[in-house]
């Protein structure tokens, strides 16, 4: 049967806006629709952190989001009124060391631009009233916005419709999780005034409750707070005067508290979807994950979602993704967001705990934060760029274990592991070119590296293999150590790359010359060292048929 696109996405909302973009970019014939007549324009999530900026300059949107947003580099930490640590994201080794405030409507109007800018549109109001799907693709059926159905065939349909998705709800994918007894309140307020430093976050934890202030630019700041356990308020629109009690006590009473933009409450909740994918159906975002906002992840998590698919589909859609490339999908993010419910739990618990000697422990662990290590391994796990897919079945060690040991001779065992998100650094002294500018979201990138004793015909030989065999699949780039070997010659299988500084080996863990494999979202998929080409070959052919 004839496919009238690739890939139909339902929800047009930031997963299914980042999906669209990224599978628009790798060539693949995109429809994008959504049963909203416009797009919500509201402030809702108004983070994106340093791992979800990384992503989105792979696909050239991230300058236009910081231009638009507001940088923090600070996260100042109080117990009450006493200062216990500043979490710092300005050590964060990435052309991103912070993060960036601004509306959910902002972001989805650049992505929505930069998609308008590629010939793709959000089809509105459409909704997805039922699919049928069998071996070879989807049949969806839409409602349009004048009342008409229409039948699509897709290769693979995408669920990114919402914690109230259409499509798991048609998939009968279980939605596990609880709802929260905690009932937060939030405003987005004028400040003229504001006190505090402007371009740092501050975030007080008290008694019972947290009282966060986020900048938005413009002497605007997002206030968040939640009501004591037991109040009389639970459910109710909160007031500028609400605000206004839990701030006097802090000495913030002088505040003036202006043309709100909303004043909204919630009550949280935690579900997980049981399976991400149910043969050629995909969920991602809220439709996969529901979470509580204490760590501002939701947003950010179902980016990561749509990097992670997208280029697995891409090489579906070209008939060569094997079954374990395409469950590797499922495995990698369910696990992320496992991990990050974990995370929220603790935070809850730091905040909100009933148990007075649980809740003075964690606060009292606050203090250990003050450690330079101990508050960068905390940045690493919030930020998302210390989550890593090492045990993934779509990584080295789990179908190459004699490459993985060959490696241990060549590589470090401490950083830059197959299944890691590749650091940053930069190549050439006079260019300083970031390494993220290199990678390509629609392929691999191999890095070939020198170590200390070049061996110019070893590396070009190697390059050369790897792009007789999988050359379809992957850019070459050679690193040297210290500078370029005048006598070296490309032969048109790479581009060649000064490393003078050794900021490239070191942040690989290269002891000697070997490859590094990066995958097309930016984590590392293999290594091996310059005499074992092989574990390229395994690599590829556990990920492709």
């Known amino acids: 049967m004839k496919r009238d696109v690739d890939v139909l996405i339902a929800g047009a909302g930031p997963t299914g806006l980042t999906l669209a973009l990224a599978l628009h970019q790798q060539g693949l ?74 509306h959910q409507g902002q972001t989805e109007q650049a992505l929505h631009q930069e998609l308008e800018a590629r010939g793709v549109s959000v089809e509105r109001p459409t909704a997805l009233e039922g699919l049928h799907q069998d071996a070879g693709g989807v049949t969806a059926r839409l409602v349009l916005g004048d009342g008409s159905h229409e039948e699509v065939r897709s290769r693979f349909l995408v669920g990114c419709d919402g914690g109230r998705s259409r499509v798991r709800s048609l998939l009968g994918l279980r939605f596990i999780g609880e709802r929260h007894d905690d009932n937060w309140i939030m405003t987005d307020v004028r400040i003229p005034n504001m006190s505090l430093p402007r371009d740092e976050r501050h975030g007080y934890i008290l008694e019972r409750i947290p009282f966060v202030v986020l900048p938005l ?54 579900f997980l979807v049981d399976r991400y994918r149910s043969g050629n159906v995909f969920v991602a975002g809220d439709a996969a994950h529901v979470n509580t906002p204490i760590a501002a992840q939701g947003l950010n998590t179902g980016v990561m979602d749509a990097i992670n698919l997208a280029w697995k589909l891409r090489l579906a859609v070209l008939g060569k993704a094997s ?192 490859c590094v494999l990066i995958r097309p979202d930016a984590y590392i998929a293999t290594r091996f060292p310059l005499e074992t080409p092989e574990s390229l070959d395994a690599y590829f052919s556990a990920i492709l048929q």
């Not at 308020?233 to 002088?254: N, S, V, W, Y």
């Not at 391994?377 to 045990?391: A, C, E, F, P």
């Open 29 to 102: 014939r995109v429809r994008l629709i959504d049963k909203a007549t416009q797009g919500s324009g509201a402030s809702k999530a108004i983070t994106l952190q340093p791992r979800t900026l990384e992503l989105y300059q792979l696909l050239g949107v991230a300058d236009r989001l910081v231009r638009a947003g507001v940088p923090t580099a600070h996260m100042n930490m109080n117990v009450g009124l006493e200062r216990a640590t500043v979490l710092r994201y300005d050590r964060l080794q990435s052309d991103f060391p912070f993060y960036l405030h601004l």
């Open 323 to 514: 079954e374990r490339l395409l469950d590797s999908y499922h495995e990698e993010r369910h696990a992320a967001a496992l991990s990050m419910f974990e995370e929220n739990n603790r935070l809850t618990q730091l905040v909100f705990g009933a148990n007075p000697i649980l809740r003075y422990l964690a606060r009292k662990r606050l203090q250990l934060l003050n450690l330079p290590q101990q508050n960068l391994d905390n940045v690493l796990k919030t930020s998302q760029i210390g989550l890593h897919y090492r045990h993934s079945q779509a990584v080295q060690p789990a179908f190459d274990g004699r490459g993985t040991r060959a490696a241990r001779n060549t590589f470090t065992g401490d950083r830059a592991l197959p299944g890691d998100r590749v650091p940053h650094f930069t190549l050439d002294a006079e260019r300083r070119f970031p390494l993220y500018s290199l990678l390509r979201p629609e392929r691999h990138t191999l890095l070939v590296l020198s170590g200390g004793r070049p061996d110019g015909a070893a590396m070009r030989a190697l390059a050369t293999r790897a792009r007789e065999r999988h050359g379809n699949w992957l850019d070459i780039h050679f690193v040297f150590e210290g500078s370029i070997p005048a006598s070296f010659e490309e032969g048109g299988t790479g581009r060649a790359w000064s490393d003078p500084h050794r900021g490239a080996h070191l942040a690989l863990g290269a002891r000697g010359a070997g």
């Open 217 to 270: 630019g413009g002497d605007y700041y997002r206030l968040i707070s939640a009501r004591p356990p037991g109040s009389p308020l639970k459910g109710q629109e909160p007031t500028l005067d609400e605000f206004r009690a839990i701030m006097t006590p802090l000495g913030f009473g002088d505040w003036r508290l202006e043309e709100p933009l909303w004043l909204t409450n919630y009550q949280p909740s935690q």
